[in-house]
């Protein structure tokens, strides 16, 4: 039986990181959440894309 991890979630991401700025979470929960919500992925995605953060 093979897992197929799901699509990354941005809203789910935005909302971990939107708890964290608010001081509801502990910096372990937060990250643990970004994980699961598909963040190493979408990181990937875009160093593969070439894109970098406007100066």
């Known amino acids: ?3 197929d ?3 990354p979630d941005l809203s789910k991401l935005l909302a971990a990181w939107e708890a964290f700025e608010a001081g ?3 910096p372990g929960k937060v990250l643990a959440k ?12 875009l160093v593969a894309s070439g894109w970098s953060p406007a100066a």
């Not at 970004?34 to 995605?45: C, N, S």
Request: charged share 30%; glycine share 4%.
């Open 1 to 3: 039986m093979s897992f």
């Open 5 to 7: 991890q799901p699509a």
């Open 24 to 26: 509801e979470e502990l």
């Open 34 to 45: 970004l994980k699961t919500a598909g963040l190493p992925e979408v990181l990937k995605e």
